[in-house]
């Protein structure tokens, strides 16, 4: 995007990732990032062509979150939000199924564990169309990654419900993870599937 020459403007709430993108892109003179939140950000309206948002946009308040966007958007514009799946829980991999046993011993659950499908995307199409966007389109993006077992404890501390366990739990739950991870093979498969929504503004 940046390449091609449109002014991107992006919104960040933390300082080191502020300036941690500003020298990323420092050479493009078509970038800026602001180090503040979105929803508090003056913004003049109709200002953006676009405006997306990466697996982020669930956390704003769903009617003002809306609202914001359109009000920024010029006519016709659009917003773009993805999110993505990770599901390593196969019952034809080996390495997501010793991770389930680990899960199931810590954290365990009644819940039927089901990989993102198109039929999950109907809360978000539904959404779009209550606050008034049009030509809605979803795509679903597949890709499958294979993590060392370090890899894989590093990617579960970045999870908010992983990083909340108690600390004496936590330890014990990444130190058999990680065991049964390395006892077959020593990675992990991730099955991961984007979904992507795209609509204008009516």
Partial sequence: MLESGCKVTAFELGDNL??????KFSN?????????DFMEYPIETETFNLVYCATAFHWLPLEERYKKVRNVLKDNGVIALFWNHPFPNRQDDISNIVNKKIYDKYL??????????????????DELEKFRFKDIAIKLYHQQRTLASEEYI????TYSDHRALPMEIK????????????????KINIYDTVDLYL???R
């Fill in 18 to 23: 502020t300036r941690y993108v500003k020298e």
């Fill in 171 to 186: 330890n014990s739950f990444e130190i058999d993870m990680k065991n049964a991870i390395d006892e077959v093979g020593g």
């Fill in 154 to 157: 590093s990617l579960l501390n």
């Fill in 199 to 201: 609509a204008r503004k």
């Fill in 108 to 125: 365990p659950s009644d819940k039927e564990i089901i990989e993102f499908s198109e039929n999950d995307c109907q809360k978000y199409i």
């Fill in 28 to 36: 493009y003179k078509n970038f800026d990032v602001i180090n503040a």
